[in-house]
T-cell receptor, first 114, second 110 residues
Framework: KQEVTQIPAALSVPEGENLVLNCSFT??????LQWFRQDPGKGLTSLLL?????REQTSGRLNASLDKSSGRSTLYIAASQPGDSATYLC?????????????FGTGTRLTIIP | DADVTQTPRNRITKTGKRIMLECSQT?????MYWYRQDPGLGLRLIYYSFDVKDINKGEISDGYSVSRQAQAKFSLSLESAIPNQTALYFC?????????FGPGTRLTVL
């Protein structure tokens, strides 16, 4: 059974700092990995999708890496801003003969201190 | 307008009542999903559908049913609501294995 872990559960950093969020998974036979942000009372916004054959993806100040063999992904946020405060979730997709299962981590709640 | 919409956004109901949550999408995606989110447990898949009339159980389907009568609509029903179904419910669509979520429905069962 795939398990996805995100540590720490909460993180506070001063504005302007670069930071890294971690995601680990137990079964490396994934199809892809997706990073989301969730704002309080709102849905999930897709940030980055990394296919299993890729090592990283970038979007603006965000960079996500994937090391399938070690079961790890990181989300790097450069020059953090107060608007980056949110909960960040990672999710891994497994597929098997048309069946698919997206397993989520429980998230890291990020607070950027002005 | 949002690509994935959910109605209602908030609902309070009593034990034993039948509840329907609606999801609509304008993305034109074939695949749709229902998840629930509980504190400390993350999101868990309830049901998913790859096309009209196609229904598949997720990991926590007991106590729920779904209907996919049109590509754009996927509804979730609780036939007889119970308090442990109190949660935040999300609908999602996907294309090329990337998922897109609605804003969620906060359901409270008293």
């Amino acid at each position: 059974k795939q398990e996805v872990t995100q540590i720490p559960a909460a993180l506070s950093v001063p504005e302007g700092e670069n930071l890294v969020l971690n995601c680990s998974f137990t079964d490396s036979a994934i199809y892809n990995l997706q990073w989301f942000r969730q704002d309080p009372g709102k849905g999930l916004t897709s940030l980055l999708l990394i296919q299993s054959s890729q090592r990283e993806q970038t979007s603006g100040r965000l960079n996500a890496s994937l090391d399938k063999s070690s079961g790890r992904s990181t989300l790097y946020i450069a020059a953090s801003q107060p608007g980056d405060s949110a909960t960040y979730l990672c999710a891994v997709l497994m597929t098997n003969f048309g069946n698919e299962k997206l397993t989520f981590g429980t998230g890291t709640r990020l607070t950027i201190i002005p | 307008d949002a690509d994935v919409t959910q109605t209602p956004r908030n609902r309070i109901t009593k034990t034993g009542k039948r509840i329907m949550l609606e999801c609509s999408q304008t993305k034109g995606h074939d695949r749709m999903y229902w998840y629930r989110q509980d504190p400390g447990l993350g999101l868990r898949l309830i049901y998913y559908s790859f096309d009209v009339k196609d229904i598949n159980k997720g990991e926590i389907s007991d106590g729920y049913s779904v209907s996919r009568q049109a590509q754009a609509k996927f509804s979730l029903s609780l036939e007889s609501a119970i308090p442990n179904q109190t949660a935040l419910y999300f609908c999602a669509t996907s294309v090329y294995n990337e998922q897109f979520f609605g804003p969620g429905t906060r359901l409270t069962v008293l």
